[in-house]
Every structure is written in structure tokens, then in C-alpha cells.
């Protein structure tokens, strides 16, 4: 296996782990949301991915900021440049809460054909969820200039969409319309 550091920055590292450089297949992560500090470590599903020899690409944040920083244009950029996309034909975007919001948001910039998105935010932004009431610290120190996730849902990618029809997270998904959009409810997830 090859692992590198394709881009790393003040609010987010991208690594990428190739197992095969002739697959034409990538799974890329987006962390969730860090419950403390960021602690350097793994990207989301990076472990079973890597033992599963699966080529894998791992957006993990440094802050909880909801992929609402200027650094993701840099990051995409230079992933863009780094891995020849031209050539796979499977390209899936997967995360959980935080992460599930930035696998679909940012899904047509990494041309993805797929996203497996665990319970994601429509938005945090209250001016478009007056519901939210979690992550209010976050919320109150971001902009959401790239937060249009209306855009995001008409990328070609096929989206699915997991989430606990019971919880607050059914809200957002209330909200969520779009080309290719599967959502599956599983109550008490």
C-alpha cells in the first residue's frame, strides 16, 4: 500500500491510501464532527477500507466547521490534480452526520458516481434550519458561503441517504429533494 498526504492545512487534511494502482474504483471519506479537539489520526472508515485493500481518499477535518472553509476549494484542487479521476469509473463519497453533509455537498467537485451519506445536516446554517438547535457554537462561527446543499442534490451522483426517522436529523432530510436521492429511514439508528 501506498499512503500520502495529499493536502494539508490549517482546517483539513486529505490522505489518500492506494492498495491498486489499476483499480478503477476510490472510496473517499468526510470526517464527522470532532466531539473534542482534533486529535491526528484516522479518516472516517479508513482502517476497514485499508484492510479491505480498498483505494481510499480521507477529507478529515482539523476543525468542526462543516466544510465551510476556503481551504476545501484548495484541498479539491489539489486532489484534483494529484489522482487522474479521468480514469475511474466508481467513485464513492461516503460520511456520517458532518461528514455524510460533506460527502453530498461536495460530491460533483470529485465527480463521484455514488454517496453513502449516514444521517446528514441539511444545513446548520438557522437561517435555513430554525429547527437546529444543536452545534450552535459551530454555527455561530461560520459564514455558509459554499452551504448550498439545493445545489449539491442535483449532482449526478446516485445519493443515499440513511437516517433515524425518529430523531431530529428526519428535519433535515424533510428537506432534501433531488436528482438520484434515495432516502431510507431506520427508526432508532
Known amino acids: 500500500m501506498k499512503s500520502d498526504i495529499v493536502f494539508d492545512g490549517d482546517d483539513l487534511l486529505v490522505r489518500i491510501n492506494i492498495h491498486d494502482p489499476l483499480s478503477t474504483q476510490l472510496v473517499i471519506s468526510f470526517h464527522p464532527r470532532w466531539p473534542m ?3 491526528p489520526g484516522s479518516g ?3 482502517k476497514p ?3 479491505l485493500e480498498i483505494n481510499n481518499l480521507h477529507f478529515i477535518n482539523k476543525k468542526n466547521h462543516w466544510w465551510q472553509t476556503a481551504e476545501m476549494a484548495l484541498a479539491i484542487e489539489t486532489t484534483l490534480r494529484t489522482i487522474d479521476f479521468d480514469r475511474l469509473d466508481h467513485i464513492v463519497a461516503y460520511g456520517s452526520s458532518m461528514g455524510a453533509y460533506g460527502a453530498l455537498l461536495h460530491s460533483d467537485s470529485l ?3 455514488h454517496v453513502v451519506a449516514l444521517g446528514p445536516q441539511y ?3 438557522r437561517e435555513k434550519v430554525q429547527f437546529e438547535k444543536r ?3 459551530e454555527a455561530s462561527e461560520l459564514n455558509f458561503q459554499w452551504d448550498d446543499m439545493n445545489l449539491a442534490l442535483q449532482s449526478k451522483a446516485k445519493k443515499i441517504v440513511i437516517y433515524d426517522n425518529k430523531s431530529d436529523d428526519r428535519h433535515h432530510i424533510a428537506l432534501m429533494y433531488g436528482h438520484n436521492l434515495q432516502k431510507t429511514p431506520i427508526p432508532y439508528a
Do not use: G, Q, R
Request: overall charge negative.
Open 123 to 125: 444545513s446548520i446554517d
Open 135 to 137: 452545534w450552535h457554537k
Open 111 to 113: 465527480h463521484c458516481t
Open 49 to 51: 477500507l485499508n484492510k
Open 44 to 46: 472516517f472508515a479508513e
Open 37 to 39: 479537539e482534533y486529535t
